[in-house]
């Protein structure tokens, strides 16, 4: 018997059931009407198989048993009407044009059916274009303003969200390029206008700022126009020429006021290009009017971007999918891209019509899925195509200063190398953009063709574009200093001294394109090296010589040790061979002198015979007393043999224990090395690896390598910093722990606030409600609820699991909230506000209990007592005051010193009640009962902030001398230091159980520290006279002091060990400045002089001659310029070119001096007022009195 056929789904199903109650109607007991029913439960229950969904099986389920139940009443047997067990094997195709997502491309009018999660801010923009006519749509990259504009805005607007919208003009979109005024020229570019007609236009432009609005009145009659603007950040990444962008953005600002006709623009723009709007005049005022910000996507909104398309086309997810895929994009700053890319892989590797989590798995999840694919793809390539790729990624991005990296976009002929084959250029192109990794505009021929990367997250989530771009920029650093080498051999009369050596020589050879300076250069170089090398060979020669000789003698020494051996030998035989004779030769003497005696009377013939004896006793005693010297002199030769011996013995003992020092030494050096390779993956291993260097050399024994202390002294750095958190914009004002410890929030001048896992550092929310800086953090003493305070005068009170709003507090007329503290009740804040105003709040139900104005300036820090029965607050006029919590009356208050300092920081010990005060005179003054107990001095800048350790036994200071200090509380004695920011530290707080720190800084990061001791501090010893300047290199390997010995010292900043000593000045040196890239230091001295050096070989690169003394100097972000201040003004100085381009005058002495991020602004310190100038154009911008 056939199977019957199912209903292809629960909504054809439930059609049926409808139709089956309407035929009941009618034909109640009709044979017709009975078998329609058996026929609807056969197919109904064969729908199981594809039913996987609980809730959809329930309601397929409850429809056959109300039809069973139905044949039931009219007395008919139907069929089993048990719903079939759900067969994946059975699930329709799904087509693949039936594709869903779309990838790393934006939606647009066309696709806006797909487009789903943001029904909440297209109401917003609509309800913004009801009260204005313009729009700014700005967020961070892949935050989707491109899609929302397109897919969301504009169709709504055309299907009449406004009255009278469906019926305004709608231009081309308009993407700003290079050429801005072209681009805008095309898109009002009449159908069939002569190519002429945008030359025009475009110079019409160039020439009247009313041109825009003049053409739009012209071409639409009268009635609204909309123009969107995409991308606008791309007038800064991509126009070159001022002039031009100038001429482009004058042209909006007067569309923008054209108060007759109503036309309304709308741009998009990345919101990390915001403070480059500062330089278009009225423009900035007009886009802060305009401004809707995009946010992250929520859960909820994820979840509809996630489910809602696939819902329209019968598309399944793998049960807890949808939740991995939310959780693992949530808070991503790129997060739509992430997921739509991840999504259309999913797609491509669907199970008929089902997103599985095998495929989800193969691809690495959603925060890896874009490399894994662009990994699969270029291993595919040949080396040749790989080779070709690299080149063809680098032409599509390119470095940007402020915001590490920005697309471009290039004709298909610019890819064209004559060392390469178009064809296989144009083959790995069509690879990348079949994978939509790059994305192609067809141009008026093939060569003319645009192309641009897919999206820029590509640029920051594929590790190996990222690693390209950093070998390029390594690569164009090392080109351009090369150039620059080449230029100061020149301009210091060729001085040998000056050419290349080593690793600088051997990438210098290796570039195609060098200059004649530049090649003499190398080639001179190569010359010099060549002589040295020669030298060197001669002087080995020598040596080899030498060793040859000494080799000689001593064999020629052995062999003659040898031989007075056997001498030696010899002789002491000989000696007591003739010692024995002699003996012998004595007794026969003797006797025959007595047989003389006795025999007087014989004949003459007798005598004769006596007298024969005595001369042969003679000769034998002379031959005895010979033989005895001979051995007397033998015994001295071998004395001395034996002397040398031991001295020879005593060498190899010395030498035997140097090979051992050497082997200890190179020991120590690899343990050394292989604990710097571990510093950040494993501190605790690098850690462990560098005590075992140093523990190599016993106590008394020989000193550890350099190598091995400045591993030890890193790794100990290393093990007590936990963890960065890194995603501010600008300066952190606030950082505080969750009180379980897990979570870490931190607040800036970016208006935002984040919430991270504190384990991890992994981004939970980016919270951007606030409009103004973020001043000060609060959790619950649940932590459930996050408290921010802010310039935009609220209060918000934050729901930590959803990073949503839900309280918000505004004083009537307080001015910025400055400082925000839970009471232990958890239902009660302190807050502190610009006016010199001090509340306590009640959070449900929302009131204010207190408010006190006992305060001439601003209330910079409010805190609680361990039980919440006080508080306090301190303010700019340096008072604090000792409040009741519950009355509202002051217990007692610490006055204003002389000086009248600042008051930045409080903290109440949660044992004893001391109360820790930071002031801006640099120093902590802890008091008890109102009188003072101890003052903490140690820092070299402000004290921004105080917290004490939950035990009350430690005190940390957050310093603007850029570091925390940790402090003894009952006796004030510095424990440790904490350096690690590279900038003043703003905020700082322990956790719950005071085993770690949380420091926020100006340098845009938070650190999270283990709190314990770290080293001391090191006292580097070097000048003669006093420091009078210190700077940190950018990487902050090395430590510049200048002194009023008249030299710069370059210090290691980990060993405390001398690199470089610069002693030209013939003055103090006053003040000092690194190159961004770390490769120069500028010193200024009181000689008048600036002296760049290039810090790696001491050489001169450049002198610049101010006249009077130098006071402050400071590099632009780019390196380019230096700007050097006197007491006459600001000298701003072409670093490559030597020579002066802008003179700034100043009225007072310049004491400091700092470029702005975008080098476009610098800011002048001087004895009573700050001054802003523009760089450009040398104008002040502003002037700021202190």
Request: net charge negative.
């Amino acid at each position: 018997m056939a199977q019957p056929e199912p209903y292809t789904s629960l909504k054809e199903l439930r059609e049926q059931h409808k139709l089956l109650l309407e035929q009941r109607r009618s034909e109640d007991n009709a044979p017709e009407f009975i078998q329609a029913v058996i026929q609807f439960i056969q197919r109904g229950s064969a729908t199981g198989v594809l039913l996987d969904a609980e809730e959809a099986r329930w309601d397929a389920q409850n429809l056959l048993d109300f039809w069973s139940n139905e044949l039931h009443h009219l007395q008919q047997e139907g069929p089993d009407a048990t719903l079939s067990e759900y067969d994946p094997a059975q699930a329709p195709e799904l087509p693949d044009e039936l594709c869903p997502y779309l990838g790393l491309d934006a939606f647009d009018e066309a696709r806006q059916s797909l487009f789903f999660g943001r029904e909440r801010l297209e109401t917003a923009m609509i309800t913004a274009l009801e009260n204005g006519r313009s729009l700014a749509i700005v967020g961070p990259t892949g935050s989707g303003k491109s899609s929302l504009a397109r897919a969301g805005l504009i169709p709504l607007l055309k299907e009449g969200a406004l009255p009278g919208s469906e019926s305004w003009h709608y231009y081309p979109r308009l993407i700003p390029g290079h050429n801005p005024l072209r681009n805008l020229a095309r898109a009002l570019q009449p159908e069939f206008a002569p190519p002429i007609w945008t030359q025009g236009t475009v110079q019409n432009f160039r020439e009247s700022a009313d041109s825009l609005t003049d053409l739009i009145n012209q071409q639409t009659g009268g009635e609204t126009a909309v123009l969107l603007i995409d991308q606008f950040e791309e007038i800064f990444t991509l126009c070159a020429d001022e002039t031009i962008r100038h001429a482009f953005v004058n042209n909006l600002v007067n569309l923008f006021q054209d108060e007759n006709h109503g036309h309304i623009v709308i741009i998009t723009m990345r919101s990390d290009y915001e403070s480059r709007l500062v330089r278009l005049g009225d423009f900035q005022n007009l886009y802060e009017e305009a401004l809707v910000r995009v946010p992250a996507m929520n859960a909820a909104e994820l979840r509809q971007a996630i489910e809602k398309p696939a819902e329209a086309i019968g598309l399944k997810f793998a049960d807890g999918l949808v939740e991995q895929l939310i959780q693992d994009v949530l808070g991503e700053p790129a997060a739509l891209p992430l997921l739509q890319f991840t999504l259309l892989q999913l797609w491509a590797r669907r199970q008929r019509n089902r997103l599985t989590w095998t495929a989800y798995e193969e691809l690495g999840g959603a925060q890896q899925a874009l490399a894994t694919i662009a990994d699969a793809l270029y291993e595919n390539l040949s080396p040749v195509e790989q080779r070709i790729s690299r080149r063809i990624f680098l032409a599509l991005v390119q470095p940007d200063p402020a915001t590490d990296v920005t697309s471009r976009r290039v004709e298909r002929e610019t890819l064209y190398q004559a060392d390469d084959d178009p064809q296989q250029v144009d083959a790995v192109l069509e690879r990348f953009i079949a994978a939509r990794l790059i994305r192609l505009t067809p141009g008026d021929t093939r060569e003319k063709d645009r192309l641009e990367i897919g999206h820029i997250v590509l640029a920051r989530n594929w590790p190996r574009l990222l690693g390209w771009l950093e070998e390029d920029r390594v690569a164009r650093r090392r080109r351009l200093r090369l150039r620059a080498m080449a230029e100061q051999w020149d301009a210091t009369n060729r001085d040998p001294g000056a050419l290349l050596r080593g690793q600088l020589l051997a990438d210098a050879r290796r570039y195609d394109d060098l200059n004649e300076l530049e090649a003499l250069f190398v080639s001179r170089s190569l010359e010099a090296v060549e002589a040295e090398e020669q030298k060197k060979e001669a002087a080995r020669q020598r040596e080899l010589e030498m060793t040859r000789r000494s080799a000689r003698r001593l064999r020629l020494l052995v062999i003659g040790l040898t031989i007075a051996t056997i001498i030696t030998l010899a002789a002491l035989i000989l000696a007591s061979y003739n010692g024995s004779l002699a003996a012998d030769n004595q007794a026969t003497a003797e006797a025959n002198a007595a047989t003389a005696e006795a025999a007087q009377q014989t004949a003459e013939a007798g005598a004769t015979t006596v007298a024969q004896s005595a001369a042969t006793t003679d000769a034998a005693k002379s031959i005895a007393e010979t033989a005895e010297a001979i051995a007397e002199a033998e015994r001295d030769a071998a004395q001395q043999s034996a002397a040398e011996a031991a001295t020879a013995q005593a060498i190899a003992i010395d030498a035997a224990r140097l090979a051992n020092l050497s082997a200890r030494i190179a020991s120590a050096r690899e343990l050394s090395a292989a604990a710097l390779d571990q510093l950040d993956n494993d501190p605790q291993l690098a850690l462990l690896l560098s005590v075992e260097a140093i523990l190599i050399f016993p106590e008394n024994d020989a000193s550890p390598p350099p190598e091995a202390t400045d591993a030890l002294y890193r790794a100990l750095r290393a093990a007590q910093q936990d963890v960065t958190l890194a995603g501010h914009t600008d300066w952190v004002t606030a950082v505080a722990f969750s009180p379980d410890g897990q979570l870490a929030a931190t607040a800036g001048l970016d208006n935002s606030v984040k919430i991270w896992d504190a384990a991890t550092g992994q981004l939970r929310h980016d919270l951007t409600e606030h409009t103004a800086t973020v001043n000060d953090l609060a959790f619950s003493p649940d932590g459930r609820h996050l408290a921010s305070a802010s310039d935009d005068g609220l209060i918000l009170i934050w729901d930590v699991a959803e990073g949503t709003v839900v309280w918000a507090l505004a004083g009537e007329d307080d001015g910025a909230a400055r400082a925000v503290a839970y009471h232990p009740d958890g239902n009660r804040l302190a807050a502190g506000y610009e006016r010199g105003v001090a509340r306590l709040w009640q959070i449900q139900p929302r009131q204010s209990l207190l408010r006190r104005t006992d305060f001439a300036g601003p209330v910079n820090d409010v805190t609680f007592n361990a039980d919440g029965s006080q508080f306090a607050a301190g303010g700019d006029d340096g008072l604090v005051i000792l409040y009741d919590t519950e009355t509202g009356t002051p217990i007692t208050s610490v006055e204003p010193g002389s000086d009248a300092s600042a008051v930045y920081g409080l903290a109440i010990n949660p044992e004893n009640g001391d109360l820790a005060v930071a002031y801006a005179d640099n120093s902590v003054r802890i008091w008890r009962e109102g009188q003072p107990a101890l003052t903490l001095a140690g820092h070299s800048g402000f004290v921004f902030g105080v917290a004490y350790s939950p035990d009350g036994v430690r005190l940390v200071t957050a310093g603007g001398d850029g570091t925390a200090k940790i402090w003894d509380a009952a006796a004030g004695d510095l424990i440790s230091t904490l350096a690690g920011h590279n900038g003043p530290v703003t905020a700082v707080t322990f956790d719950d159980d005071g085993q770690r720190i949380a420091t926020a800084s100006q340098d845009g990061t938070a650190k999270i520290w283990i709190a314990r001791a770290s080293l001391e501090p090191r006292v580097l010893s070097g000048h003669n006279d006093a420091v009078l300047s210190l700077a940190y290199s950018p990487d902050g390997r090395f430590l510049a002091s200048g002194g009023a010995d008249n030299d710069a010292i370059l210090w290691d900043a980990a060993s405390g060990e001398q690199v470089n000593v610069f002693s030209r000045h013939d003055n103090a040196v006053n003040d000092l400045a690194f190159s961004p890239d770390g490769t120069l230091l500028a010193t200024g001295s009181e000689d008048s002089f600036v002296r760049i050096w290039q810090i790696d070989s001491e050489s001169l690169q450049a002198v610049f001659d101010q006249a009077t003394a130098v006071s402050s100097t400071a590099f632009s972000p780019d390196g380019a310029i230096l700007a050097v201040g006197t007491a006459d003004g600001i000298t701003l100085w072409d670093v490559a070119a030597e020579e002066a381009v802008l003179t700034l005058p100043q009225s007072e002495p310049v004491r400091d001096l700092a470029f702005r991020p975008d080098g476009r602004m610098l800011a002048a310190a001087g004895e009573t007022a700050v001054t802003l100038w523009d760089t450009a154009s040398g104008n002040v911008l502003n002037t700021i009195q202190g």
